[in-house]
């Protein structure tokens, strides 16, 4: 089953509120890059909180009946990029967020407002 990326985003952002993610951003790639649609940025305080946001992403999207394409990092829980298709989800543990500042690489891409 295929869910529009923008019912994915809101899944996403949702799960990560629940968990207490730390500076949820989201941004709209669809004029900057064909890579996704959307991008999730947030982050934890500590690897437990990572691993926990990440988790929850994944199973609230599961039992949307979206796929995960792809989940990397989740033993060092430093970042955690995941893959629904359509959206990206990063979920970094603060000190590597601070240092990779993605959200300034991808400065181009218009920050997604919550609904």
């Known amino acids: 089953m295929t869910i529009e990326s923008s019912k994915l985003l809101q899944l996403a ?24 649609d959307y991008f999730v940025i947030c982050h934890g305080n500590s690897d437990t909180q990572v691993q926990a946001i990440a988790t929850e992403v994944r ?8 796929v995960i394409r792809g989940i990397e ?3 060092a829980a430093r970042w955690v990029l995941m ?28 920050v997604v407002e919550p609904v």
């Open 13 to 36: 952002l949702k799960a990560a509120e629940d968990k207490k993610a730390m500076n949820v951003v989201a941004l709209d790639l669809r004029s900057v890059s064909p890579i996704s």
């Open 59 to 66: 199973k609230v999207v599961h039992e949307a009946g979206g």
């Open 73 to 75: 990092g989740m033993d």
């Open 83 to 110: 893959d629904l298709g359509d959206v990206i989800v990063h979920v970094f543990h603060r000190d590597e967020r601070e240092y990779y500042n993605i959200e300034r690489l991808w400065s181009d891409a218009k």
